[in-house]
């Protein structure tokens, strides 16, 4: 296949008509493979829109099954779905909104060495995750790999997004919050839908930039948002000389 | 010297470091970053790297929530 079929012209015809694009760049979407990790209120929104422009196969990794108190933001998903796995809604629902696309669900929380096995045929990985510990392996995991790596977080009234190819010397997660042990989760912080939303909207927006080649993805650089007080901040990151992940330089 | 601290103006007496100022705000603790007009310091610098007149320091903390 090296054009698009009338049905696909006429599905993607809305983006085909941004200047940045063209049935080649279309093409590149439905080409690429995604790792999107976590199925929560940011994967949900980020696997929908990766969905809907068309990106060709997306991988879902969580272990989690849908909760009643998931459904104000994680908007794949029913209240008839309560109790399935978020791996299998969210595989039927994006499925539903388009079919040509390839959807590897799995059901499990991904260790470094399943990371290390999966990262070799991704061409970007979406950490979507809700703890510490897993941000860290997919950094390190990314690191190793060298795929590129577009976090988000977000927790009671604050977002953060951070796109990293951190083999580059940019920087990395853990150069970032180096003796980070965990953090409280959003159920007991607090958190509005809308607030993960526009975190999980800005990460889909790099990652479809960043499959295309256009624009400005802003590697390296940490997007602090306070949804609140209707802040923002973009700092510049810089690679910590004694990160055991990044730097270990000559080990 | 005048620095800006999370966008409040803050009076000190040089010299100061990143790690001085941070004690002195009773604001070091685990899985925080701070910045100096934008730039994230790396935690093996805040020891020494001096606050100078006019910065703008911010710090944030990390979350995990998804
Ligand atoms: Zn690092």
């Known amino acids: 296949m090296s054009e698009l079929t009338p049905a696909q012209q006429l599905r993607y015809s809305a983006q085909l008509l941004l200047p940045e694009m063209d049935e080649s760049q279309q093409l590149r979407l439905l080409y690429s493979k995604v790792l999107i990790i976590g199925l929560g209120g940011l994967g949900s929104v980020v696997a929908s829109y990766l969905a809907g422009a068309g990106v060709g196969h997306l991988l879902l990794a969580d272990d989690d099954r849908v909760s009643l108190s998931n459904l104000p933001r994680q908007l794949l998903y029913s209240s008839a779905g309560v109790g399935q796995l978020k791996v299998d809604a969210a595989t039927a629902r994006l499925q539903a909104q388009n079919p040509e696309l ?35 392996a997919i950094n390190q995991a990314c690191f190793l790999r060298q795929v590129p790596l577009i976090s988000g977080a977000a927790s009671g009234w604050r977002g953060q997004l951070l796109a990293l190819q951190p083999w580059l010397g940019q920087g990395c997660y853990q150069c970032l919050y180096p003796d980070w042990q965990d953090s409280p989760s959003c159920l007991q912080s607090g958190i509005l839908g809308p607030l993960v939303g526009m975190v999980a909207c800005q990460q889909a927006l790099l990652a479809l930039k960043h499959l295309l080649q256009i624009g400005d993805v802003s590697f390296g650089r940490l997007y602090c948002f306070d949804g609140l007080h209707g802040q923002s901040s973009q700092l510049k990151l810089q690679q910590e000389p004694a990160c055991p992940i990044c730097a270990a330089g000559d080990s | 010297m005048l620095i800006y601290f999370n966008q409040q103006p803050f009076s000190l007496t040089p010299p100061c470091t990143v790690a001085e ?21 790396p935690r093996s610098c805040w020891d020494t790297q001096p606050l100078n007149d006019g910065d703008t320091i911010m710090l944030f903390t990390a979350i995990a929530g998804g």
Request: one cysteine or more; charged letters at 10%.
């Open chain 1, 102 to 136: 390839v959807i590897t669900p799995l059901a499990a929380r991904l260790s470094l060495s399943d990371l290390l096995a999966l990262l070799p045929e991704v061409n970007l990985v979406l950490d979507c995750t809700d703890n510490a510990s897993s941000r860290l």
């Open chain 2, 21 to 41: 100022f941070l004690a002195g705000q009773q604001q070091l603790r685990p899985g925080i970053a701070v910045a100096i007009n934008q730039q994230v310091i």
